[in-house]
């Protein structure tokens, strides 16, 4: 295991904003770092910043304006999003993946930082928040279960 592998979130113009395309390819990116031998560590990251207003985001979760009646629908029609299989992957990853967070980490995007190994973090940038009851959703996944089991529940809240 000699060198580390790069994904990083690439549409800074919605704060890296995600939709069932972009959770398939971090789906099958993050599958290829694991069953490469080569590879000894993820950085999770993302481009940026915006150019609408030159803010830096990690990920501000799903993208609302690419969310429907039925929820989020695939290129193939179907209704999803896939990102529980996202955190799982990344959860029982057998290799290290750090979060790196150089704005926002917001709804989905938080919950991505929280089920990563390590998240390394602007300090003058970045805004961690979640905000599902916000935008009448639930944490798809179980970042939020899992951020209060690992701080605690009063922490948490």
């Excluded at 099958?28 to 590879?39: G, V």
């Excluded at 967070?101 to 930082?113: F, R």
């Excluded at 928040?129 to 605690?152: C, R």
Aim: proline residues 4%; neutral net charge.
């Amino acid at each position: 295991m000699d060198i580390g592998a790069r994904i990083a979130f690439n549409r800074p113009e919605v704060r890296n904003a995600f939709r069932p395309k972009t959770t398939s390819e971090l789906f099958d990116a993050l599958l290829h770092a694991r069953e490469e031998d080569e590879i000894g560590v993820v950085l999770l990251s993302a481009e940026g910043p915006s150019p609408k207003d030159g803010v830096y985001a990690f990920c501000s979760g799903g993208d609302q304006k690419a969310r429907g009646e039925q929820g989020y629908v695939g290129d193939d029609g179907v209704a999803r999003l896939n990102i529980l299989e996202v955190q799982r992957l990344i959860r029982f990853m057998p290799k290290v993946v750090i979060a790196v967070v150089p704005g926002w980490a917001v709804g989905g995007g938080h919950s991505l930082h929280v089920v990563c190994d390590m998240t390394l973090a602007s300090k003058e940038h970045a805004i961690f928040k979640q905000t599902d009851a916000d935008v009448t959703s639930f944490d798809g996944g179980y970042g939020s279960a899992y951020l209060a089991k690992m701080v605690g529940q009063k922490r948490a809240r």
